[in-house]
């Protein structure tokens, strides 16, 4: 018998791609998932797979599943800023009672569980570049507050577990992460820029792009998160490439990847908005003996071509 793991958010970019590492490593997979972001056509090609089931469920709600779990992932949860400010009750669900539901379940089957936490839980950082001892700069009431406040709520109960009922969890804080499978429509900088290229638009960068994020190719994010699913380590542990790039740079390299014409246009500022991220991942260095190893003009080939791709296939309706 393989061991099984249930993946919640399976559907989702990070989620399918987390389930083709764990199926190419013996496991089986349940993904559990309410399609309110993610799609099937992330998991279309685990159809027919007798190591792969996928239920169409809303992890708010009780979590109930027949036999042994080895380990739990909760990865459901609105992850854009565009979704979680469309959803913004859903995405405070999801984060506080699907995170209870599924560490219940965890309990009840002895399981390991980790949750797919964030760099947001760093807010608005006073603190540069953001160790996991950061406690973060978070305003709980702006705009981003639903989505902030629901994964550091998901980190204390995950912890209230762990201290209390003896669950082995883990945690991780995902800083930006891009690849194939992102929604063509996701609204975050890499998806707008690549749309935008690919279609002949002005690429829009917020502000004068001078603010900083860091970007991880989604493979290295995963091996990450396997090896980290795999530890003994129950703190939480940054993972995400600590090369910093400006916005303005990112689209520039975007621009000249695709050989569009597009000319870069500049818009306001959305309300707080990070002015810097960056990682500190000296944690899953030191304990996980991991670091990226992509080249990120590497990686943005690799999904543009994805991005070139499917806008093909929308363009003859399939
Ligand atoms: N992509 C990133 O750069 C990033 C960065 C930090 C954290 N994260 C976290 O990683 C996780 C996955 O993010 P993603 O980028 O793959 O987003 P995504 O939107 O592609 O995937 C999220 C999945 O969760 C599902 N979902 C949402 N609410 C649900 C519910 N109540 N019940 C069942 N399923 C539900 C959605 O339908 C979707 O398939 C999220 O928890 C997100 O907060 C992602």
């Given at each position: 018998m393989k061991q099984r793991v249930l993946v919640t958010g399976g559907a989702g970019f990070l989620g399918s791609h987390l389930t083709d590492r764990l199926l190419a490593e013996g496991f089986s997979v349940v993904c559990m998932d309410n399609l309110i972001t993610g799609s099937t056509d992330n998991i279309?090609?685990?159809?027919?797979?007798?190591?792969y089931q996928f239920i169409h469920h809303d992890v708010s709600e009780f979590i109930y599943l027949d036999g042994p779990v080895y380990a739990v992932v909760h990865f459901a949860s609105p992850a854009s800023p565009l979704d979680y400010h469309e959803l913004p009750i859903q995405t405070l669900k999801v984060g506080s009672l699907g995170t209870h539901k599924a560490l219940g379940f965890a309990k009840a089957k002895g399981a390991r569980f980790l949750i797919a936490s964030t760099?947001?839980?760093?807010?608005?950082?006073?603190?540069?570049?953001?160790?996991?001892?950061y406690w973060g700069n978070v305003n709980?009431?702006?705009?981003r507050g639903v989505y902030d406040e629901a994964k550091r709520f998901s980190e204390a109960m995950t912890m209230a577990y762990h201290r209390v009922h003896g669950v082995d969890t883990k945690i991780v804080r995902i800083f930006n992460t891009f690849g194939?499978?992102?929604?063509?429509?996701?609204?975050?900088a890499i998806p707008n820029f690549m749309m935008q290229s690919l279609t002949d638009k002005p690429i829009t960068v917020f502000g004068d792009g001078s603010q900083t994020r860091s970007f991880c190719f989604v493979s290295d994010l995963i091996d990450g998160i396997f090896r980290l699913l795999q530890s003994d380590l129950h703190d939480p542990v940054n993972i995400g490439n600590p090369l910093e790039w400006t916005l303005l740079q990112m689209a520039e390299a975007i621009r000249e990847i695709s050989g569009t014409g597009s000319q870069i246009v500049h818009k306001p500022l959305p309300v707080d908005d990070p002015k810097v991220r960056q990682p500190d991942i000296t944690r899953a260095k030191a304990e996980l003996g991991w670091e990226p190893r992509v080249d990120l003009n590497e990686g943005l080939r690799q999904t543009m071509e994805d991005f070139r791709r499917r806008i093909e296939l929308e363009k003859v309706g399939a």
């Amino acid at each position: 018998m393989k061991q099984r793991v249930l993946v919640t958010g399976g559907a989702g970019f990070l989620g399918s791609h987390l389930t083709d590492r764990l199926l190419a490593e013996g496991f089986s997979v349940v993904c559990m998932d309410n399609l309110i972001t993610g799609s099937t056509d992330n998991i279309a090609h685990l159809a027919g797979n007798r190591d792969y089931q996928f239920i169409h469920h809303d992890v708010s709600e009780f979590i109930y599943l027949d036999g042994p779990v080895y380990a739990v992932v909760h990865f459901a949860s609105p992850a854009s800023p565009l979704d979680y400010h469309e959803l913004p009750i859903q995405t405070l669900k999801v984060g506080s009672l699907g995170t209870h539901k599924a560490l219940g379940f965890a309990k009840a089957k002895g399981a390991r569980f980790l949750i797919a936490s964030t760099s947001e839980v760093y807010g608005d950082p006073l603190v540069h570049p953001q160790p996991e001892s950061y406690w973060g700069n978070v305003n709980p009431v702006g705009p981003r507050g639903v989505y902030d406040e629901a994964k550091r709520f998901s980190e204390a109960m995950t912890m209230a577990y762990h201290r209390v009922h003896g669950v082995d969890t883990k945690i991780v804080r995902i800083f930006n992460t891009f690849g194939p499978r992102m929604r063509l429509n996701d609204g975050r900088a890499i998806p707008n820029f690549m749309m935008q290229s690919l279609t002949d638009k002005p690429i829009t960068v917020f502000g004068d792009g001078s603010q900083t994020r860091s970007f991880c190719f989604v493979s290295d994010l995963i091996d990450g998160i396997f090896r980290l699913l795999q530890s003994d380590l129950h703190d939480p542990v940054n993972i995400g490439n600590p090369l910093e790039w400006t916005l303005l740079q990112m689209a520039e390299a975007i621009r000249e990847i695709s050989g569009t014409g597009s000319q870069i246009v500049h818009k306001p500022l959305p309300v707080d908005d990070p002015k810097v991220r960056q990682p500190d991942i000296t944690r899953a260095k030191a304990e996980l003996g991991w670091e990226p190893r992509v080249d990120l003009n590497e990686g943005l080939r690799q999904t543009m071509e994805d991005f070139r791709r499917r806008i093909e296939l929308e363009k003859v309706g399939a």
